[in-house]
C-alpha cells in the first residue's frame, strides 16, 4: 500500500482543516489508516485511527472532539477532519496503514506516506 498525505497549511487558532490521506491498491479496505504527528523536538504521537470497514475508530484524548477521522473506500481515501485547532496541534501529520485491526501505536504500522505541515498560529 502507497500512502500519499494532503490538505496541510497554516490557519488560526479556532479554525479548520481537512486533511486527506490517499492510498494505492484495491484492497485498501483491509487496511486499518492511522493519523499521526510529530512537532518539532517530539516524538510521533497517535493522533486518530479507523479500521477497514469504516466502523471502528480511536482517538487521541487531546483531539477528542475535534478531530474527526472518516474513509470512503470506493475512493481509497481517508480524511482527518480537524476544527478548533490549537497552537498544540502544530506538527507534521503523517498517515499510516496496518493489515488488521486498529492500533494506537506507531510501531504496528507497516506503511506510511510523507508528511503534511500544519501550522495553528495564536
Known amino acids: 500500500v502507497q500512502l500519499q498525505a494532503s490538505g496541510g497549511g497554516l490557519v488560526q487558532a479556532g479554525g479548520s482543516l481537512r486533511l486527506s490521506c490517499a492510498a494505492s491498491?484495491?484492497?485498501?479496505?483491509?487496511?486499518?489508516v492511522g493519523w499521526f504527528r510529530q512537532a518539532p523536538g517530539k516524538e510521533r504521537e497517535f493522533v486518530a485511527a479507523?479500521?477497514?470497514?469504516?466502523?471502528?475508530?480511536n482517538y487521541a484524548d487531546s483531539v477528542k472532539g475535534r478531530f474527526t477521522i472518516s474513509r470512503t473506500n470506493a475512493k481509497n481515501t481517508v480524511t482527518l477532519q480537524m476544527n478548533s485547532l490549537e497552537p498544540e496541534d502544530t506538527a507534521v501529520y503523517y498517515c499510516?496503514?496496518?493489515?488488521?485491526?486498529?492500533?494506537?501505536?506507531?510501531?504496528?504500522?507497516?506503511?506510511w506516506g510523507q508528511g503534511t505541515q500544519v501550522t495553528v498560529s495564536s
Open positions: 499510516a496503514a496496518r493489515d488488521g485491526p486498529v492500533r494506537n501505536t506507531r510501531s504496528e504500522y507497516e506503511f
Open positions: 491498491g484495491r484492497t485498501f479496505f483491509k487496511y486499518a
Open positions: 479507523i479500521n477497514g470497514a469504516g466502523g471502528s475508530w
